[in-house]
C-alpha cells in the first residue's frame, strides 16, 4: 500500500533562517505531488505541483521554493523565512491520469516563524 | 475560474442524529469531480468520499452520503448517526476533469459532535 511521509511534524525558526522541510512517497511510481498551506482557521492554499522528476510549477509567487530530485521525493526549500511563512504545510500525491485523481496526504509540518 | 464556496464556518450535531454540510461551487465545466475530506484535530486530511459529475447516482460511502445537484452547482455532505469520532473540518473540493493536479477549496466546515 501507498504510503506518504513528512518531516519534521513541527518546526519552530527564525525569521530570515532558511527551510527545508521534506516528503516522500513509497508504493508508488511517478506520482503527482503537491506542496499545499493552510493558515490557522483556512482551507488550502496550492504553492506547487510536480509531475515528474525536476518539473516543478509554482501557484503562488513568494520567497519559497520546491524540487524533486528524486521520483518520490518533493522538497519545499526558502532560503529566507518571513513571519508571514507560518502554517501548516501538507504533501500531497495523486497518481496522473487515473480517473478520479484524488489527493492522499501526509501528516503536515506546523511551522512557526519568529 | 472556479470557486468553492462552504457558507457554514461552523455546524454542531447531537450524536447519533443527522447533519448536512453545504457546499456550492462554480464552474462553466461539465466533466468534473467532487470531493469531501475531513481533517480531524491531528491535522491529517483525509477523504470521505467523491463524485463525478457525469454521474447522476449520489455517492455513497457507509454513514456518509452525498446530495449532488448538478444544475444548482450544489454538493452537500449528509452525515447519519453521527459519531464523535467525526468531529472535524471538513472540506469540499473540486477537481476538472481536464485537469490532473489542480484542486480547488472551499474554506471548510467546523462540525462538532454533541455527546
Known amino acids: 500500500s501507498q504510503t506518504i511521509h513528512q518531516w519534521p511534524a513541527t518546526l519552530v525558526q527564525p525569521v530570515g533562517s532558511p527551510l527545508s522541510l521534506e516528503c516522500t512517497v513509497e508504493g508508488t511510481s511517478n506520482p503527482n505531488l503537491y506542496w499545499y498551506r493552510q493558515a490557522a482557521g483556512r482551507g488550502l492554499q496550492l504553492l506547487f505541483y510536480s509531475v515528474g522528476i525536476g518539473q516543478i510549477s509554482s501557484e503562488v509567487p513568494q520567497n519559497l521554493s520546491a524540487s524533486r530530485p528524486q521520483d518520490r521525493q518533493f522538497i519545499l526549500s526558502s532560503k529566507k523565512l518571513l513571519l508571514s511563512d507560518s502554517g501548516f504545510y501538507l504533501c500531497?500525491?495523486?497518481?496522473?491520469?487515473?480517473?478520479?485523481?484524488?489527493?492522499?496526504f501526509g501528516p503536515g509540518t506546523r511551522l512557526t516563524v519568529l | 475560474a472556479q470557486t468553492v464556496t462552504q457558507s457554514q464556518p461552523e455546524m454542531s450535531v447531537q450524536e447519533a442524529e443527522t447533519v448536512t454540510l453545504s457546499c456550492t461551487y462554480d464552474?462553466?465545466?461539465?466533466?468534473?469531480?467532487l470531493f469531501w475530506y475531513k481533517q480531524p484535530p491531528s491535522r491529517q486530511m483525509i477523504l470521505v468520499i467523491r463524485q463525478e459529475a457525469y454521474k447522476q447516482q449520489n455517492a455513497t460511502e457507509n454513514r456518509f452520503s452525498v446530495n449532488f445537484q448538478k444544475a444548482a452547482k450544489s454538493f452537500s455532505l449528509k452525515i447519519s448517526d453521527s459519531q464523535l469520532g467525526d468531529a472535524a473540518m471538513y472540506f469540499c473540493?473540486?477537481?476538472?476533469?481536464?485537469?490532473?493536479?489542480?484542486?480547488?477549496w472551499g474554506a471548510g466546515t467546523k462540525l462538532i459532535i454533541k455527546p
Open positions: 473540493a473540486y477537481r476538472r476533469e481536464d485537469s490532473n493536479y489542480q484542486l480547488i
Open positions: 500531497a500525491w495523486s497518481v496522473g491520469l487515473a480517473d478520479y485523481n484524488e489527493q492522499f
Open positions: 464552474t462553466s465545466e461539465s466533466d468534473y469531480y
